[in-house]
């Protein structure tokens, strides 16, 4: 009851997060998101999602072919399923946490997105997720920050999201990541700290959405680049391509700065930042994470813990639906590395499909 207590103080305190001098201690298995089931994932296909399919179109054709009316139902469809309830506005009040302390127009929220290379969030995805922070939650538009701080320079002239609410803010690289902040095993190099996003480590920011592609990339990731991997547009990219890059982009996953507030003795998320991963691949890529799409798949999918939702993807979605085969190996790490096993997954690891 006592350490109950003490949890509650901290969540109505909602302590702002300083640069920490020493590595985080998430503890493994631990629950980050409080309402909905950290280990639900969620899929669905839909041919009404696009016009006609043309596999190689660059991302402004994208846009012309997307049917923004299936996406928007077909994305409050897989939220339904996602937090187990029939009415999508109780689903995203389930999947959105307010943050203690705070009403919703006071809220910040910061989204990113990959804006690397050729593939791109198409922008009817983005604005479903925009709207109904705005429209269902009611958070200001300008308290919305859309960014890649890697690779999001000149965002707004070569991907220009349309029908956002006015106000909504393309940050493009937001500043870049360049706030040192301490990074926890399994990684070792730079002294256990690297260079990620300012408004993250002061933690100006409440809410972190996740909003990845689906793409190959090297075998040492797994051979494919979805949710845990766009947050090298977050922290540096630099030591993710290194000696010891797999052991990098898991630690990064798992410090305060994605998975929120941390309490010290225990490593419990006090309060969720990251509250949801959603990966578009109305086109997707094989290879990558150069190039135009290889597939049209029109399939989404979304769940609120990065390591969950890209171990289902990559080998349910990419490898049995698709042929793509991951690295099983670091596949298997995504999954280990956050203290779980397959067996843990519901419905007997299977990706729940709509």
Same mark, same amino acid.
């Given at each position: 009851?006592?350490?109950a207590?003490?949890?509650?103080?901290?969540?109505?305190a909602?302590?702002i997060?300083?640069?920490? /001098?020493?590595? !985080?201690a998430?503890?493994r298995?631990? +629950?980050?998101?409080?309402?909905?089931?950290?280990?639900?994932?969620?899929?669905?296909?839909?041919?009404?999602?696009? /016009?006609i399919?043309?596999?190689?179109?660059?991302?402004?054709?994208?846009? &012309?072919?997307?049917?923004?009316?299936?996406v928007?139902?077909?994305?409050d469809?897989? @939220?339904c399923v996602?937090?187990?309830?029939?009415?999508?506005?109780?689903a995203?009040? $389930?999947i959105?946490?307010? *943050?203690p302390?705070?009403?919703?127009?006071?809220?910040?929220v @910061?989204i990113?997105?990959?804006? +690397?290379?050729q593939q791109?969030?198409?922008?009817?995805?983005?604005?479903?997720i925009?709207?109904t922070?705005?429209n269902?939650?009611?958070?200001?538009?300008?308290?919305? %920050?859309?960014?890649?701080? #890697?690779?999001?320079?000149?965002?707004?002239t070569?991907?220009?999201? !349309?029908?956002?609410?006015?106000? #909504?803010?393309?940050?493009?690289?937001?500043?870049?990541?360049?706030?040192?902040t @301490?990074?926890? !095993?399994?990684?070792?190099?730079?002294?256990?700290?690297a260079?990620?996003?300012? %408004?993250?480590v002061?933690?100006?920011?409440?809410?972190?959405?996740n909003? @990845?592609?689906?793409?190959?990339?090297?075998?040492?990731?797994?051979?494919?680049?979805?949710?845990?991997k766009?947050?090298?547009?977050?922290f540096?990219?630099?030591?993710?391509? $290194?000696?010891g890059?797999?052991?990098?982009?898991?630690a990064i996953?798992?410090? *305060? &700065? +994605?998975?929120?507030?941390?309490?010290s003795?225990?490593?419990?998320?006090?309060?969720p930042?990251?509250?949801?991963?959603?990966?578009d691949?109305?086109?997707?890529?094989?290879g990558g994470?150069?190039?135009n799409?290889?597939? $049209?798949?029109?399939?989404?999918a979304?769940?609120?813990l990065?390591?969950?939702?890209? =171990?289902?993807?990559?080998?349910?979605?990419?490898?049995?639906?698709?042929g793509?085969?991951p690295?099983?190996?670091?596949?298997?790490?995504?999954?280990? &590395?956050?203290? =779980?096993i &397959?067996?843990?997954?519901?419905?007997?690891g299977?990706?729940?499909?709509?």
């Amino acid at each position: 009851m006592k350490q109950a207590m003490i949890t509650g103080a901290a969540l109505t305190a909602f302590p702002i997060v300083l640069v920490r /001098k020493s590595p !985080a201690a998430w503890a493994r298995k631990t +629950i980050v998101h409080p309402t909905v089931d950290n280990l639900r994932v969620v899929g669905l296909t839909d041919i009404r999602m696009t /016009k006609i399919h043309e596999t190689g179109s660059p991302w402004a054709r994208q846009n &012309e072919l997307v049917i923004t009316e299936a996406v928007w139902e077909d994305i409050d469809r897989l @939220a339904c399923v996602l937090a187990q309830t029939r009415n999508s506005t109780e689903a995203w009040r $389930q999947i959105f946490i307010k *943050p203690p302390r705070k009403g919703w127009s006071e809220t910040v929220v @910061a989204i990113k997105t990959n804006n +690397i290379a050729q593939q791109h969030t198409r922008s009817a995805v983005m604005a479903k997720i925009v709207h109904t922070l705005t429209n269902t939650l009611g958070v200001k538009p300008s308290n919305i %920050h859309i960014y890649d701080a #890697c690779h999001g320079s000149e965002m707004s002239t070569y991907t220009p999201f !349309a029908d956002l609410p006015e106000g #909504c803010r393309i940050e493009e690289t937001w500043g870049g990541s360049t706030e040192f902040t @301490a990074v926890p !095993a399994p990684w070792k190099g730079s002294g256990g700290r690297a260079h990620c996003l300012r %408004h993250l480590v002061d933690g100006s920011v409440d809410i972190l959405i996740n909003i @990845a592609l689906c793409k190959g990339h090297s075998t040492q990731f797994g051979g494919f680049t979805m949710a845990m991997k766009n947050h090298f547009g977050t922290f540096s990219p630099r030591p993710g391509h $290194q000696s010891g890059g797999q052991d990098y982009l898991i630690a990064i996953n798992q410090t *305060p &700065e +994605i998975l929120g507030s941390m309490d010290s003795r225990t490593g419990k998320v006090l309060y969720p930042r990251q509250q949801l991963c959603l990966i578009d691949a109305l086109w997707a890529g094989k290879g990558g994470p150069g190039g135009n799409p290889s597939h $049209q798949p029109n399939f989404l999918a979304m769940g609120v813990l990065a390591p969950i939702v890209d =171990y289902q993807i990559a080998t349910k979605f990419r490898g049995e639906k698709m042929g793509w085969e991951p690295n099983m190996e670091m596949a298997r790490r995504m999954l280990t &590395e956050f203290g =779980y096993i &397959e067996a843990d997954l519901p419905q007997g690891g299977t990706l729940i499909e709509l």
